[in-house]
């Protein structure tokens, strides 16, 4: 099975920050890397897809870029909408696997 | 617009079984895999199962496989799974997801429906 590592676990930013998350996978995944961001009592929402393609309808601060089997997810100038969780997920192979995600917290 | 909407959980003990339905809309269902993804209560996102998109191959996670089959109607729009010998580790929410795009991404999630395994 594919492992990701995600990190941080979680992290404590501000409105207009910028805030960096990583994904390591333990293979090869070509860049077969998608992001989702997932709010308290709500289904997660596919935020990119392709390691760094955005997602119809979702803001341009939010991008991603792939380094071999190392994965990261930016925001920048954080909104107040976007304090959520964060995962990252392989569909390389099955089965399908997730990073442990990442809190945003205020 | 796309939607997927879970039925059928509830409070179930252990042993037992439960079947849990997922109604799709606002797409060609029978053109697309589908996925089950549970996520236990403060926990991540776990990946259960996958049914291609003419339910000729079923893939499972090693912690369910053996006890819960997942089928679809294309008639019907509706995935299911079936859920048998239920565990307390079973309890969580369970989602349908559609795989799509060309690196076959989970793009639209359903609601979830609540599964509580318990005494």
């Known amino acids: 099975d594919i492992r990701l590592t995600q990190s941080p676990s979680s992290l404590s930013a501000s409105v207009g920050d910028r805030v960096t998350i990583t994904c390591r996978a333990s293979?090869?995944?070509?860049?077969?890397l998608n992001w989702h961001q997932q709010k308290p009592g709500k289904a997660p929402k596919l935020l990119l897809y392709?390691?760094?393609s955005l997602q119809s309808g979702v803001p341009s601060r939010f991008s991603g870029i792939r380094s071999g089997t190392n994965f990261t997810l930016s925001i920048t100038s954080l909104q107040p909408e976007d304090f959520a969780t964060y995962y990252c997920q392989q569909s390389y192979s099955t089965p399908r696997t997730f990073g442990q995600g990442t809190k945003v917290e205020i | 617009q796309v939607q997927l909407v879970e039925s059928g959980g509830g409070v179930v003990q252990p042993g037992r079984s439960l079947r849990l339905s997922c109604a799709a809309s606002g797409f060609p269902f029978s053109d697309y895999a589908i996925h089950w993804v549970r996520q236990a209560p403060g926990r991540g996102l776990e990946w259960v199962a996958l049914i291609s998109y003419d339910g000729s191959e079923k893939y499972y996670a090693d912690s369910v496989k053996g006890r819960f089959t997942i089928s679809r109607d294309n008639s019907k729009n509706t995935l299911y799974l079936q859920m048998n010998s239920l565990r307390a580790d079973d309890t969580a929410v369970y989602s349908c997801v559609r795989e799509g795009g060309v690196v076959a991404a989970f793009d639209y999630w359903g609601q979830g429906t609540l599964v509580t395994v318990s005494s």
């Open positions: 293979q090869y995944i070509n860049n077969y």
């Open positions: 392709a390691a760094s």
